[in-house]
């Protein structure tokens, strides 16, 4: 897998849009990139992936830049529930692990 | 929204002993996962389980750590002799295929001591 590397901590005002950056740039053509978060010591929720496209769902957007090394996840209106640790992971379908890092922590600010 | 769900939410045991933690997938995901976290560090891979055999394993999983999915239901975790470094969050994930995300439960604390 691709190392990706992300700011260990960001704040965000609630109702505020918060952009979570995310650096790949050692990334191969097969892998995807993928956001997962975890709040608190819950088990790691899956938000959205990518290869090439933005792509968007009811959580989020993510913006992947053209070259493909680097990626923003887009929460669009962040409220307190979305404090969590955010992570990147840049994987190959063909792979069975995900590699998590020490991801983002996020703390949406009232 | 369908859940993976696993039992129990928390387990103590004594060293040396041995522990089976339950996971019961998604119904219609084909891949299974363990994962471990322990208390502030990393989420580490363990296994993944596909088509009734394990595909890969990580370092941690050695020969003290099992996988089966005896019944088509349920996907265990078994820990023959417990050691205290093996207390940590236990989680277990499904996917339906690999171009899509997994679906994690909301794991068991195992604590050894």
């Known amino acids: 897998d691709a190392k990706t590397t992300q700011p260990p901590s960001m704040d965000c005002a609630e109702g505020r849009a918060a952009n979570l950056p995310c650096n790949h740039s050692?990334?191969?053509?097969?892998?995807?990139v993928y956001w997962y978060r975890q709040i608190h010591s819950q088990g790691p929720q899956y938000i959205i992936h990518?290869?090439?496209n933005n792509e968007t769902n009811e959580m989020a957007s993510l913006i992947i830049t053209e070259d493909r090394k680097s990626s923003t996840l887009i929460l669009p209106h962040a409220t307190l529930r979305d404090t969590a640790v955010y992570y990147c992971?840049?994987?190959?379908?063909?792979?069975?692990?995900?590699?998590f890092g020490s991801g983002t922590r996020l703390q949406v600010q009232p | 929204e369908p859940e993976v769900t696993q039992t129990p939410s928390h387990q103590v045991t004594q060293m040396g002993q041995e522990v089976i933690l339950r996971c019961v997938p998604i119904?219609?995901?084909?891949?299974f996962y363990w994962y471990r976290q322990i208390l502030g560090q990393k989420v580490e891979f363990l296994v993944s389980f596909y088509n009734n055999e394990i595909s890969e394993k990580s370092e941690i999983f050695d020969d003290q750590f099992s996988v089966e999915r005896p019944d088509g239901s349920n996907f265990t975790l078994k820990i023959r002799s417990t050691k205290l470094e093996d207390s940590a969050m236990y989680f277990c994930?499904?996917?339906?295929?690999?171009?899509?995300?997994?679906?994690f439960g909301s794991g068991t604390r195992l604590t050894v001591v």
């Open positions: 994930a499904s996917t339906q295929g690999l171009q899509y995300g997994y679906t």
């Open positions: 992971i840049a994987g190959d379908t063909g792979r069975r692990a995900l590699t």
């Open positions: 119904s219609n995901h084909l891949y």
């Open positions: 050692t990334i191969s053509g097969n892998e995807y």
């Open positions: 990518g290869l090439k």
